[in-house]
C-alpha cells in the first residue's frame, strides 16, 4: 500500500468517527424518572404477551389433544 493510500484510509476513518462523534451529541438523552417508567411498560407489556401467548398455546395444544382422543 502506498504512503498516499494510507494517509487516504487514515483521514477516511478520522472523519467518519468525527462525524459518529457529532451523531451523539445530538442525541437526546431521556431523563432517570422518564427511563425508569418506559422500562416499567416495556416489563409489563411483556409479561402480559408471555401471559397470553401461554394461555394461546395451552388452548390449542388442549384442542389438538381433543381432536387426538
Known amino acids: 500500500m502506498s504512503d498516499k493510500a494510507a494517509k487516504t484510509e487514515k483521514k477516511a476513518k478520522s472523519s467518519f468517527f468525527k462525524g459518529l ?3 451523539f ?3 437526546i ?3 432517570k ?3 425508569v417508567k418506559q422500562t416499567i411498560a416495556v416489563l409489563l407489556i411483556s409479561a402480559i404477551l408471555c401471559v397470553i401467548i401461554t394461555l394461546v398455546d395451552s388452548g390449542a395444544l388442549a384442542l389438538v ?3 387426538i382422543k
Open 21 to 23: 462523534k457529532g451523531e
Open 25 to 27: 451529541k445530538k442525541i
Open 29 to 31: 438523552w431521556t431523563d
Open 33 to 35: 424518572k422518564t427511563l
Open 65 to 67: 389433544d381433543l381432536m
